[in-house]
């Protein structure tokens, strides 16, 4: 029997380029293959080709667009999923659900519906954990699977092929009677290494990936940690993938798509030091070389983690800073200072990483006084690029509840709530009223300036030409991604290549 595993579409309405490939689904279709099922993995913004924009100046104009999109039935993009769906006439339909393109994930399982009445449709991934009850509410919606689904999803596959009971199946949500049923949560799979590997190979499409597309990868699950903006489904808790498990994988990459350039999405890639150590060693013992990049944090670096791994290829490495405004700073939880932030920057620069240090702005208690300190931090550590987001809460998190406290956000919006509103602006009971000491015009105008002020920090010609030469050695074993980068470049400098199209 197949199952058909869908990431909805959302560059198709925002223009907004998506990079890499959707690896938990990649995770998902290894598991329903060992367990006997056919599967196949349908990236919508894949289908429709790679172009998009990287200029978030403009990002809350380009996500009303997508608001146009979802609720548009004559759109190209739902004509193409009806299509391809049909052709692959699959017996299970899988979709994956993110809270900020939730509204796109009720369209796409309306669409499914409507070419295949009878074929049963799951929701997974993060919005579906956080908010299984509202996930529910969707008609078209038979099962929702909470948490990791690398062990529900076969079980509760192979229940439905053998007409069994699922009430015993953990970390399932189904309806029995008309009433909504929450079997109870399941435990994480403590060996990551008793995993199939991402199955790349069920990705439709894959001519609309780069050999870097490919590189995604995670080498841990899980974060010690306790952000307040962040929903810690993992119970601060970190559980590691084997080095050995890891080549395994860095080679079935480098073998079949000629990936010079990896990305490993762990939340906190250098929490463990000696499993970094291990690793970079076994990178550094491979007939070839690769560059990868990281995420981390300010207090996880020091100058000998970043020579063991700068020597073994690393070349990018993100870190997120958060605010310039030590109280909005300590109201994140993160637990780091700004002495720790320009610690770690002084060493990044001395080392010569290119490295990324990501901001919000938007906060329930900020001012107009911390944002201006944010503005100002960035140019006192001066990152090779700098990222800006408003701040978007999500449900199950401090700091949701807290402005559900303060009478910003509605913790219980509809279904056709998401089908309505900007990405941006869920659960705000009035989106002109994001913060409590600033109106909504006055935030408005200040967020927009300082999206303006960090797309010119990042197209100043010199970080263009730092982040190009992090990655030399990379274009020298792909050449396409030099053109691929130097198009994006000048696209965020107003420039367009020919034939590198952002519509």
């Given at each position: 029997?197949?199952?058909?595993?869908?990431?909805?579409?959302?560059?198709?309405?925002?223009?907004?380029?998506?990079?890499?490939?959707?690896?938990?689904?990649?995770?998902?279709?290894?598991?329903?293959?060992?367990?006997?099922?056919?599967?196949?993995?349908?990236?919508?913004?894949?289908?429709?080709?790679?172009?998009?924009?990287?200029?978030?100046?403009?990002?809350?104009?380009?996500?009303?667009?997508?608001?146009?999109?979802?609720?548009?039935?004559?759109?190209?993009?739902?004509?193409?999923?009806?299509?391809?769906?049909?052709?692959?006439?699959?017996?299970?339909?899988?979709?994956?659900?993110?809270?900020?393109?939730?509204?796109?994930?009720?369209?796409?399982?309306?669409?499914?519906?409507?070419?295949?009445?009878?074929?049963?449709?799951?929701?997974?991934?993060?919005?579906?954990?956080?908010?299984?009850?509202?996930?529910?509410?969707?008609?078209?919606?038979?099962?929702?699977?909470?948490?990791?689904?690398?062990?529900?999803?076969?079980?509760?596959?192979?229940?439905?092929?053998?007409?069994?009971?699922?009430?015993?199946?953990?970390?399932?949500?189904?309806?029995?009677?008309?009433?909504?049923?929450?079997?109870?949560?399941?435990?994480?799979?403590?060996?990551?290494?008793?995993?199939?590997?991402?199955?790349?190979?069920?990705?439709?499409?894959?001519?609309?990936?780069?050999?870097?597309?490919?590189?995604?990868?995670?080498?841990?699950?899980?974060?010690?940690?306790?952000?307040?903006?962040?929903?810690?489904?993992?119970?601060?808790?970190?559980?590691?993938?084997?080095?050995?498990?890891?080549?395994?994988?860095?080679?079935?990459?480098?073998?079949?798509?000629?990936?010079?350039?990896?990305?490993?999405?762990?939340?906190?890639?250098?929490?463990?030091?000696?499993?970094?150590?291990?690793?970079?060693?076994?990178?550094?013992?491979?007939?070839?070389?690769?560059?990868?990049?990281?995420?981390?944090?300010?207090?996880?670096?020091?100058?000998?983690?970043?020579?063991?791994?700068?020597?073994?290829?690393?070349?990018?490495?993100?870190?997120?800073?958060?605010?310039?405004?030590?109280?909005?700073?300590?109201?994140?939880?993160?637990?780091?200072?700004?002495?720790?932030?320009r610690r770690a920057a002084r060493l990044l620069n001395k080392h010569h990483i290119f490295w990324s240090g990501y901001f919000m702005v938007g906060l329930p208690t900020e001012t107009e006084e911390d944002i201006q300190k944010t503005l100002d931090f960035v140019g006192e550590i001066k990152p090779y690029y700098a990222g800006l987001g408003v701040y978007n809460p999500f449900p199950r998190t401090k700091l949701f509840d807290q402005a559900v406290e303060l009478g910003l956000l509605d913790p219980a919006p509809t279904v056709d709530h998401f089908l309505k509103t900007n990405p941006k602006d869920l659960f705000f009971k009035d989106p002109k009223k994001r913060v409590m000491a600033i109106s909504g015009e006055r935030f408005e105008k200040i967020s927009q300036e300082a999206s303006t002020y960090f797309h010119r920090y990042n197209t100043n010609p010199w970080n263009l030409i730092r982040r190009?030469?992090?990655?030399?050695?990379?274009?020298?074993?792909?050449?396409?991604?030099?053109?691929?980068?130097?198009?994006?470049?000048?696209?965020?400098?107003?420039?367009?290549?020919?034939?590198?199209?952002?519509?």
């Amino acid at each position: 029997m197949k199952i058909l595993l869908i990431d909805p579409p959302f560059k198709s309405f925002t223009g907004i380029f998506n990079f890499y490939f959707p690896l938990g689904l990649a995770y998902l279709a290894g598991c329903a293959k060992r367990a006997g099922f056919d599967c196949r993995i349908l990236d919508m913004d894949a289908a429709e080709g790679k172009g998009g924009t990287l200029d978030f100046a403009h990002e809350y104009e380009r996500y009303a667009s997508y608001i146009k999109g979802i609720n548009s039935s004559h759109h190209p993009t739902w004509d193409l999923l009806k299509q391809l769906v049909c052709e692959e006439k699959p017996d299970f339909i899988g979709i994956t659900a993110m809270t900020t393109k939730f509204g796109s994930v009720v369209r796409t399982a309306q669409v499914c519906r409507e070419v295949l009445p009878g074929v049963p449709i799951i929701i997974g991934g993060a919005h579906a954990s956080t908010m299984p009850e509202l996930t529910m509410q969707v008609p078209e919606v038979d099962y929702v699977i909470r948490g990791e689904g690398d062990e529900i999803l076969p079980n509760l596959l192979k229940a439905l092929r053998d007409k069994q009971g699922i009430a015993g199946i953990r970390g399932v949500s189904f309806r029995s009677n008309g009433n909504v049923i929450h079997n109870p949560d399941a435990v994480f799979t403590t060996d990551l290494d008793s995993l199939p590997l991402p199955d790349r190979g069920a990705l439709m499409h894959p001519k609309s990936y780069s050999s870097e597309d490919m590189g995604v990868m995670l080498t841990s699950r899980g974060c010690p940690f306790q952000c307040s903006y962040c929903f810690h489904m993992w119970e601060r808790r970190v559980r590691y993938r084997s080095v050995k498990n890891i080549m395994e994988e860095i080679r079935q990459v480098r073998r079949e798509y000629g990936t010079p350039q990896f990305s490993f999405k762990d939340d906190s890639f250098t929490v463990k030091k000696s499993h970094i150590h291990e690793l970079c060693e076994a990178i550094k013992a491979e007939p070839y070389k690769i560059g990868w990049t990281c995420t981390t944090r300010v207090d996880l670096i020091s100058d000998e983690i970043l020579s063991v791994m700068k020597d073994a290829g690393c070349n990018v490495i993100s870190v997120g800073v958060e605010s310039g405004s030590e109280r909005i700073l300590a109201e994140t939880d993160k637990g780091i200072t700004h002495n720790q932030i320009r610690r770690a920057a002084r060493l990044l620069n001395k080392h010569h990483i290119f490295w990324s240090g990501y901001f919000m702005v938007g906060l329930p208690t900020e001012t107009e006084e911390d944002i201006q300190k944010t503005l100002d931090f960035v140019g006192e550590i001066k990152p090779y690029y700098a990222g800006l987001g408003v701040y978007n809460p999500f449900p199950r998190t401090k700091l949701f509840d807290q402005a559900v406290e303060l009478g910003l956000l509605d913790p219980a919006p509809t279904v056709d709530h998401f089908l309505k509103t900007n990405p941006k602006d869920l659960f705000f009971k009035d989106p002109k009223k994001r913060v409590m000491a600033i109106s909504g015009e006055r935030f408005e105008k200040i967020s927009q300036e300082a999206s303006t002020y960090f797309h010119r920090y990042n197209t100043n010609p010199w970080n263009l030409i730092r982040r190009g030469f992090a990655r030399r050695k990379v274009y020298v074993q792909d050449p396409s991604l030099l053109y691929r980068d130097l198009g994006k470049a000048l696209e965020m400098l107003g420039i367009k290549l020919p034939g590198n199209s952002n519509t």
